[in-house]
């Protein structure tokens, strides 16, 4: 089965903590701290696969982990750094935060490596934290934490061109009759299971990218059909052919289809329906009728609207070079940029630890202080010492914790909790 979506969970490395020990050699009087820095975590990074085109590989593993920082050691050793994880994708995959579906990143054009996690970075080890006043450091910092995010993988064709179309109407004939492409061909809906490129080469012009997008039908935008699922691989051609039944061999009048389509790309994406639009009147060697000619109807109808029409026939050939130089032509002269999904999400700024906020509040007669930043600073800091404790109550008053107690009606002899530590509040 084709797979052009998938969501997994994937998360960087944690740092490595620092090491907090102390040199100690016979003979070697006041050997100060030496404890080492641990080791930076590795990276989750997205790469793009020339020789993969489905995302059928993240259909049955769903986490993905870079490996993490190992903690620093003694006597100054640092501590190794984890592995990155590198996740191999075919080009033109949109990576999505998975809740709100903002674009991360869109491994397409120079696009080809991005790192999307970065690892937490290594804790210091106690040898940095010794000062004149403070020549025993009996207290090293913790790595950075990793970071964890659910994606969504999205696979967007990259094509110039799309073939769109209500089912059997010859797109696929079309594709095998102009490039090497080789799609399943049937007298039945639904052949095309799944979106097939190919490439167009023409003697004197310049070739082009076509993408056959399997047919699409009424309510196809609500989820109706096959077609649903495949609207988001025209999201990036640049000209649509619209491919229709000039002969009605199934029944169904071809101005009216064309109508039906461009409102089912309308409701997709109205942007998409705007884009320009060359109409393939085929199976036109089916056509028997003396009393009307049907390519005349539509290019009585949509010339006027500045759509170009071309009978063709996909099983003949005829009228098949003309679309396509045609076609090349007009993507020469279109002053369209490649398109690139921009970044919306930014996992580095909705993931941050120290600037997170701190919470006061009175719970059963006491004052609760909690959030990351004094989570941290209490993991790395001796409150046995009476160094690490002026040290602590410094930090309090610095980031503005003190001023909180005081506002939210603290006294003296109070207690004070931060996560399993409790203390009297004294002014």
Request: no cysteine; proline share 4%; hydrophobic share 35%.
């Given at each position: 089965m084709f797979a052009d979506r998938a969501k997994i969970v994937i998360r960087s490395g944690k740092g490595g903590d620092g090491h907090c020990s102390f040199r100690r050699e016979l003979y070697v009087p006041n050997g100060g701290p030496d404890g080492g820095d641990g080791g930076k975590g590795g990276d989750l990074i997205f790469e793009v696969d020339e020789g993969l085109n489905t995302l059928v590989d993240y259909r049955?593993?769903?986490?993905?982990?870079?490996?993490?920082?190992?903690?620093?050691?003694?006597r100054r050793c640092h501590g190794k750094d984890g592995t990155d994880t590198v996740l191999r994708v075919p080009e033109g995959t949109v990576i999505k935060e998975a809740s709100t579906g903002k674009v991360i990143a869109d491994m397409s054009g120079d696009n080809r490596r991005q790192i999307v996690l970065k690892g937490g970075k290594g804790g210091l080890g106690n040898q940095h934290f010794a000062t004149a006043t403070m020549q025993v450091p009996k207290y090293a910092q913790p790595g950075q934490p990793s970071k964890e995010l659910e994606v969504l993988l999205e696979l967007k064709v990259i094509a110039d061109v799309g073939l769109v179309g209500f089912p059997n109407v010859g797109k696929s004939t079309l594709?095998?009759?102009?490039?090497?492409?080789?799609?399943?061909?049937?007298?039945?809906?639904?052949?095309?299971?799944?979106?097939?490129?190919?490439?167009?080469?023409?003697e004197g012009a310049k070739g082009f990218v076509i993408a056959d997008i399997p047919g699409l039908i009424e309510g196809a935008s609500e989820g109706v059909g096959l077609g649903h699922q495949f609207l988001r691989h025209i999201e990036r051609?640049?000209?649509?052919?619209?491919?229709?039944?000039?002969?009605?061999?199934?029944?169904?009048?071809?101005?009216?289809?064309?109508?039906?389509?461009?409102?089912?790309?309308?409701?997709?994406?109205?942007?998409?329906?705007e884009r320009p639009q060359v109409?393939?009147?085929?199976?036109?060697?089916?056509?028997?009728?003396?009393?009307?000619?049907?390519?005349?109807?539509?290019?009585?109808?949509?010339?006027?609207?500045?759509?170009?029409?071309f009978p063709i026939s996909g099983v003949s050939g005829e009228g098949i070079q003309e679309l396509l130089y045609y076609?090349?032509?007009a993507i020469q002269h279109m002053d369209v940029k490649p398109i690139v999904f921009e970044q919306e999400y930014f996992p580095e700024d909705e993931i941050i630890y120290l600037n997170l906020p701190y919470?006061?509040?009175?719970?059963?007669?006491?004052?609760?202080?909690e959030g990351p930043k004094i989570e941290k600073m209490l993991g790395y800091t001796n409150l046995d010492s009476e160094k690490g404790f002026a040290f602590f109550q410094k930090f309090l008053?610095?980031?503005?914790?003190?001023?909180?107690?005081?506002?939210?009606?603290?006294?003296?002899g109070d207690t004070v909790k931060m996560y399993g530590l409790q203390f009297e509040y004294f002014r």
């Open positions: 049955h593993k769903r986490k993905y982990a870079a490996g993490d920082g190992e903690e620093g050691g003694k594709l095998s009759r102009v490039t090497n492409a080789q799609p399943k061909i049937a007298n039945y809906h639904f052949t095309t299971l799944s979106p097939n490129l190919g490439v167009v080469d023409l051609t640049k000209l649509m052919i619209h491919v229709v039944d000039a002969a009605g061999t199934e029944g169904r009048d071809p101005v009216d289809d064309i109508y039906k389509i461009n409102e089912e790309l309308k409701a997709y994406n109205p942007e998409i329906a109409i393939a009147a085929n199976k036109t060697d089916l056509i028997y009728s003396e009393d009307e000619d049907p390519v005349q109807r539509l290019k009585d109808e949509f010339e006027p609207k500045g759509i170009k029409v076609v090349s032509d919470t006061v509040e009175k719970k059963d007669d006491m004052y609760v202080v008053k610095e980031a503005g914790i003190l001023d909180e107690l005081e506002k939210a009606g603290i006294e003296e």
